[in-house]
């Protein structure tokens, strides 16, 4: 039981940085403070990496609600960093028109032990994101909420 809090975390949704400061204005896809919460379970955790699974929901850049399910693996770098990438299910009125598509993320975290801060990279593709932005959320341990 408690091998299964500590592959469980809670993720804090979090922040958003858009390069193209202009772009952003102009489509009203300009919020940076992207609050949410998700879930984020490690399948396995070995020696070269980790396989998990996601699911989640956060306010987006156009202040929508995103909704999100993933399956991603991250390759450990070092003792603290790991890089991968998550296949992701969204839907958010904001990406694609509303309607729901599937997108390949990029990921990197640096662990910090009690919890992990991550980076994710969402470019700019077409009519499913106008705009290119860089997020930011922390991933906190079951078994901590759980004091």
């Not at 299964?4 to 949704?13: A, E, S």
């Not at 400061?21 to 489509?27: G, L, S």
């Not at 300009?30 to 396995?44: K, S």
């Amino acid at each position: 039981e408690r091998v299964l809090f500590r592959t469980i975390h809670i993720n804090v949704d979090g922040l958003a940085y858009h390069p193209d400061r202009e772009a952003v204005h102009r489509v009203n896809l300009d919020n940076q403070v992207n609050p949410g919460l998700g879930l984020h379970y490690a399948l396995v955790d070995d020696l070269r990496g980790t396989p998990f699974a996601e699911v989640g929901g956060y306010r987006d850049s156009g202040r929508n609600q995103a909704t999100f399910a993933s399956l991603g693996y991250q390759f450990k770098l070092a003792e603290r960093w790991r890089i991968g990438a998550a296949l992701a299910v969204v839907n958010s009125r904001t990406y694609n028109g509303g309607t729901t598509f599937l997108g390949m993320i990029p990921l990197i975290t640096y662990d910090l032990g009690p919890l992990k801060l991550n980076a994710v990279y969402f470019p700019k593709i077409g009519h499913y994101n106008e705009v290119a932005a860089y997020g930011f959320y922390l991933s906190i341990p079951l078994q901590w909420w759980l004091r």
